[in-house]
């Protein structure tokens, strides 16, 4: 990326941090750049119609394109192209089921997943749901936004005798989960079948969907379960760096 790139750049990501039209000299400070290659910059984008200033005080501001571009790109935006190196290393890693998932009316969807390889294995076909108090996935995306999320929540089914079946076990549950960084059940909604999950997040904390491994409970044990933890946290964590836009 060149230079003059690379500082164009940096006054689009900053400008739409303010919340407000700014002035020259705060913008050029808080870039740690000089007046006049700032004003370069931002005479050039109001010139191709991504910038403007307004007509009262002439501080400058983000014109409705960049809101116009981000709209295409949500638009064509498919978190499973994102997603499946980060799964394909998970199986590669753990030699266990990756899944991805994402939220669909008050279900965990799974989207796509890349299957062991191993004789015993969990059975996590597409499509398939599970409900948000009893999987692992569920519990990630509750963990991501559980202020949206947990008042959904108003009558929890028990599905085996491990099921959370209350609300407040239920917080206590899912601010562990945050605590450690992944959200964990075991034999919940399937007895034999526990998981491992993670949110994933985008821009701004926005919960975009879930990562996580379905493990037979008999492995789900040991440095083979920390393992786990510690490969499902990490590749969350880089998702959603990439999809926030970070490095």
């Known amino acids: ?26 913008l050029s400070r808080d870039l740690a750049m000089n007046k006049s290659t700032t004003y370069r910059l931002l005479e050039k984008m ?23 571009i981000g709209v295409r790109a949500f638009r064509n935006f498919d978190i499973r192209a994102w997603a499946k190196r980060h799964l394909e290393e ?52 509750l963990m991501g936004d559980p202020a949206g999320l947990m008042p959904r929540l108003k009558r929890l089914r028990k599905f085996t005798d491990k099921t959370i079946t209350t609300l407040p076990a239920l917080r ?7 605590a450690a960084g992944v959200a964990e059940a075991y034999d919940e909604y399937r007895v034999g079948v526990s998981g491992v999950s993670a949110p994933i997040l985008g821009v ?8 996580g491994v379905s493990i037979p409970t008999m492995r ?17 964590q880089k998702l959603s760096q990439a999809l926030a836009g970070g490095n």
Request: charge should be negative; charged fraction near 20%; proline fraction near 3%.
């Open 172 to 178: 206590e549950e899912i601010a562990r989960a945050t």
């Open 46 to 68: 109001s010139q191709l119609g991504y910038v403007r200033q307004a007509p009262t005080d002439s501080r400058y501001m983000l014109t409705t394109r960049m809101w116009a």
């Open 90 to 141: 998970l199986e590669s890693e753990l030699h266990e089921t990756a899944v991805l998932a994402v939220l669909e009316g008050d279900d965990v969807v799974v989207v796509d997943k890349v299957a062991s390889a191993q004789a015993v294995q969990t059975l996590s076909p597409l499509g398939s749901r599970s409900p948000m108090h009893c999987s692992s996935l569920g519990k990630a995306l």
């Open 204 to 211: 701004d904390g926005v919960l975009l969907g879930v990562i």
């Open 1 to 26: 990326m060149s230079t003059t790139v690379g500082k164009a750049l940096k006054v689009l990501e900053l400008l739409s941090t303010y919340g407000q039209p700014v002035r020259l000299a705060e």
């Open 220 to 236: 789900a044990e040991g440095k083979h379960l920390e393992a786990i933890k510690a490969a499902v946290g990490l590749h969350a």
